[in-house]
């Protein structure tokens, strides 16, 4: 009797035991709900315009944030009162991000930040997917108005953050002898651009189009876009690609071109009248966990020292 | 007429052998698993190369260390059945009896001509589209046979021609390579570990022990032969 | 036997079984409910609309084109090359097997980047190129090298397999009877092989259909051009997200026809031992 029943129940334990095991795994790899892919990456360096920002989906494992990357002073340990802020931030302000986070966590002792920085549209796709954002920085007027429709910001916290204009950026080597605008149309040039669902896509095709209606025409404007060779998912891609010279000119924010390592990269300058005034929104997420360190952030980036921390990083601000 | 003068080293022991087989003549090579048996015949296809020596066939020179001859597998024109028969599963038996001829682009009448005399022969014309990967072992062997044949080569090889045989098969098997060897008149080389076969078909004996040959002599003086019981061992 | 001995074994068996049952049903809902969940994410209707839209017919007919092509040529170029790699010792034999390797290991945005390196505009071999006029970025060229790139392994290390682990004695023989190595490959070799051959056809296509990080930084995203069904399914899916969820149920759909139509050819192929 009792040999029987040992029997029974060692495998019943052993199946038991597997099943236990394989819910241990699953849940220890599952990322945690704050992020989800396709690939969310941190920046590290301000001014590396380099692949760190791309987001590229790969058939590897996506880079998981880490809570320390982006603090002057390490922490060893959490304790109640300090908080790690998830910021969803358009990648185009990775240049200002590490600085930003420094200053935050320098000013509200025991706060730290984490900047996924990727494309404003894959940002939003990942939270309406159910990622989790503390405080959402957006790149596109239109992609923070369905946001707010869709219930996701505290909308009384919505507010303008900084502004950027379109500049066209050259390789410093100038292969493609582009001195003006007008070259841009000429054949045989390789231009980049981002995607049409990329704010600085929309951006830099409103831009171009404000030029051909008052000066360059409509001929112009089908000429520079033949001349488009790759749209680009996000504005780093767009930098890469300029700065690795295998493309004649590209597209871009004011900004970037700010941040941009010494002597990598030359510009043409978009007249303000034609030019497209991208304003940044942020807003805090009805889902965060901590109003109150989010709207500590907010008012951070609106006070003199982060706004002059944007402007130091070719930022406009907002009037 | 097949003469060799092999030396090579093993990994055990030095393969040391000289011998001749005349036209119409079968030497069988006898001895332990690891003897060289194998090596022996895998030399003389050119598989392998000895260290020093030479291989002469009809005169012309396989192989001559001295000379820097080594004359490519496919070039030595020797019918060699593998101990396992290697017949091509992928192919008809016709097809695979076919091959050699197709390699070496003989016209289609004469392939076809010679693939039904050598079906005929082994008896199994009845399975010439059969796949080779259908048969049993006695069938396949009979198939690989026909197939080295085929190529009318100048010098006959078997390593363990009759293990995979049935009774039937077997006698048959026998007789047939006896009277090929001798109609054609070319040498043959043949490995077996079964005395009684190596009795019935072989005209001289070698036996090889470590890579030397211990005993060489006619069939009806091989020693501890109890050939009446069929005994193998040594 | 006793009775209750015999009892004991029963209730041992069946829950041996149902052990194992449930193994097999959670590993094949884990692997098919991701897939089934893009199927009810959109309607009949809805797909069927989409799949007239330019973006997805040009991405379909890129994608498609450019894989065969790369899948083609691995082939071509990759049997004998893994034939001849297998049957030789030849100097620097195990530095070319790990390098058969490499792009496996390798991030594919990684292979991207080394490729724009190499053969780009400014790349070592890409500014010679371009003093003759001829480009490599950013075209459909591009696409197909990138591709081959990251998806040969694939082909390679099964052929590279298959080839050692067949029994020498058919080629032994093969070559007794009089035959060329090119006839012995194609006669003897490639057919014995064939079926794991097929395999590794079948998952270099998938790896060159599914390709992403590498054709974007070598060869762009211009629709019609570059823009591969995997581009056009990340575009979509924060641009036009139906476009996106279209284009993944075809790259499934198209995934498992190919997979089932190999499995199928394969499996009339000889069983031998």
């Known amino acids: 009797m009792h040999k029987r029943w040992n029997d029974v129940s060692s495998v019943f334990i052993r199946i038991i035991c597997l099943l236990i095991f394989a819910v241990l795994v699953a849940g220890?790899?599952?990322?945690?709900?704050?992020?989800?892919?396709?690939?969310?990456?941190?920046?590290?360096?301000?001014?590396?315009?380099?692949?760190?920002?791309?987001?590229?989906?790969?058939?590897?494992?996506?880079?998981?944030?880490?809570?320390?990357?982006?603090?002057?002073?390490?922490?060893?340990?959490?304790?109640?009162?300090?908080?790690?802020?998830?910021?969803?931030?358009?990648?185009?302000?990775?240049?200002?991000?590490?600085?930003?986070?420094?200053?935050?966590?320098?000013?509200?002792?025991?706060?730290?930040?984490?900047?996924?920085?990727?494309?404003?549209?894959?940002?939003?796709?990942?939270?309406?997917?159910?990622?989790?954002?503390?405080?959402?920085?957006?790149?596109?007027?239109?992609?923070?108005?369905?946001?707010?429709?869709?219930?996701?910001?505290?909308?009384?916290?919505?507010?303008?953050?900084?502004?950027?204009?379109?500049?066209?950026?050259?390789?410093?080597?100038?292969?493609?002898?582009?001195?003006?605008?007008?070259?841009?149309?000429?054949?045989?040039?390789?231009?980049?651009?981002?995607?049409?669902?990329?704010?600085?896509?929309?951006?830099?095709?409103?831009?171009?189009?404000?030029?051909?209606?008052?000066?360059?025409?409509?001929?112009?404007?089908?000429?520079?876009?033949?001349?488009?060779?790759?749209?680009?998912?996000?504005?780093?891609?767009?930098?890469?690609?300029?700065?690795?010279?295998?493309?004649?000119?590209?597209?871009?924010?004011?900004?970037?071109?700010?941040?941009?390592?010494?002597?990598?990269?030359?510009?043409?300058?978009i007249p303000k009248t034609d030019n497209y005034l991208q304003t940044y929104t942020m807003g805090v997420m009805k889902q965060t966990e901590d109003s109150g360190v989010a709207q500590e952030f907010e008012d951070f980036m609106l006070s003199s020292v982060g706004q002059q921390i944007l402007r130091n990083y070719g930022f406009r601000s907002v009037s | 007429m097949l003469e060799a003068n092999l030396r090579k080293q093993l990994r055990d022991f030095s393969l040391n052998l000289k011998f001749r087989v005349n036209p119409g003549e079968i030497l069988v090579l006898m001895g332990e698993n690891g003897a060289g048996k194998t090596t022996v015949l895998n030399t003389i296809s050119g598989i392998l190369s000895p260290d020093t020596g030479f291989i002469t066939l009809r005169g012309t020179p396989l192989y001559d260390s001295r000379n820097a001859i080594n004359l490519q597998v496919e070039d030595r024109h020797i019918g060699y059945v593998f101990q396992n028969a290697a017949a091509f599963p992928h192919l008809s038996v016709a097809e695979n009896i076919a091959y050699g001829m197709k390699a070496c682009h003989l016209h289609k009448d004469m392939i076809i001509q010679r693939v039904n005399h050598w079906m005929e022969r082994m008896d199994i014309r009845n399975l010439a589209s059969v796949k080779a990967s259908n048969l049993s072992g006695g069938q396949i062997q009979r198939v690989a046979i026909a197939r080295a044949l085929a190529i009318e080569p100048e010098l006959l090889m078997f390593d363990e021609p009759f293990t995979a045989l049935d009774a039937d098969s077997l006698n048959t098997v026998k007789h047939l390579v006896k009277d090929v060897v001798t109609e054609r008149n070319i040498p043959c080389l043949m490995v077996t570990h079964r005395v009684m076969d190596a009795h019935d078909v072989g005209d001289r004996i070698r036996i090889l022990n470590q890579g030397t040959t211990v005993w060489e002599g006619k069939p009806e003086d091989l020693p501890a032969c109890e050939c009446r019981s069929g005994k193998s061992s040594w | 036997m006793t009775r209750p001995f015999l009892l004991q074994k029963k209730v041992r068996r069946t829950l041996t079984v149902i052990g194992a049952a449930i193994l097999i049903i959670s590993v094949t809902i884990y692997l098919a409910l991701p897939v089934v969940a893009l199927f009810f994410r959109t309607t009949p209707e809805l797909f069927i609309s989409s799949l007239s839209d330019p973006v997805v017919q040009s991405a379909l007919h890129l994608s498609l084109i450019t894989s065969f092509i790369s899948l083609g040529i691995v082939i071509i170029v990759g049997t004998p090359f893994a034939y001849v790699h297998c049957r030789n010792t030849y100097p620097g034999k195990m530095v070319v097997d790990t390098l058969i390797d490499l792009p496996l290991v390798l991030p594919p945005a990684v292979a991207g980047l080394a490729l724009l390196v190499l053969y780009g505009r400014v790349g070592f071999i890409g500014s010679y190129l371009n003093m003759f006029g001829i480009t490599l970025a950013f075209t459909t060229l591009a696409v197909i090298m990138a591709q081959i790139f990251v998806a040969s392994p694939f082909y390679l290390r099964q052929a590279k397999s298959l080839f050692e682990q067949l029994d020498p004695s058919y080629e032994q023989t093969a070559r007794t009877l009089g035959a060329s190595p090119l006839r012995i490959l194609t006669t003897i070799t490639i057919p014995l092989t064939a079926s794991g051959l097929v395999s590794g056809a079948v998952m270099t296509f998938g790896r060159a259909l599914g390709e992403f990080g590498a054709t974007i930084m070598f060869a762009g995203n211009l629709s019609g051009v570059t823009q591969t069904m995997p581009l056009a399914v990340y575009v979509g899916m924060e641009g036009d997200f139906n476009v996106g969820l279209t284009i993944s149920i075809l790259l499934v759909l198209i995934s498992f026809s190919i997979m089932i139509a190999m499995r199928f050819l394969a499996s009339r192929e000889v069983k031998h031992a």
Request: proline share 7%.
């Open chain 1, 28 to 269: 220890c790899t599952t990322s945690p709900p704050t992020n989800i892919p396709p690939a969310t990456t941190v920046a590290v360096q301000p001014t590396t315009m380099t692949l760190v920002s791309t987001p590229v989906p790969t058939t590897a494992v996506p880079v998981k944030t880490t809570a320390a990357s982006v603090t002057a002073t390490p922490i060893t340990s959490y304790t109640p009162s300090e908080k790690t802020l998830i910021v969803y931030t358009a990648a185009s302000l990775t240049g200002a991000s590490k600085e930003l986070g420094t200053r935050f966590s320098a000013t509200y002792p025991g706060h730290t930040v984490v900047f996924n920085l990727e494309g404003t549209q894959a940002l939003k796709t990942q939270v309406e997917n159910g990622a989790y954002a503390d405080v959402f920085i957006s790149a596109s007027n239109s992609y923070t108005n369905t946001l707010k429709s869709e219930g996701y910001f505290i909308n009384s916290t919505v507010k303008p953050l900084t502004t950027n204009y379109v500049i066209v950026i050259l390789p410093a080597s100038n292969p493609g002898n582009i001195q003006s605008l007008s070259d841009l149309a000429k054949p045989g040039k390789k231009i980049a651009m981002a995607a049409y669902n990329v704010p600085i896509g929309t951006a830099s095709y409103t831009a171009l189009a404000n030029l051909a209606k008052s000066t360059y025409g409509q001929d112009w404007n089908k000429s520079v876009f033949s001349n488009v060779v790759s749209y680009e998912m996000s504005e780093p891609g767009v930098a890469t690609k300029v700065s690795l010279g295998e493309v004649d000119a590209g597209l871009v924010y004011e900004s970037t071109y700010a941040s941009a390592p010494a002597m990598t990269l030359t510009s043409i300058s």
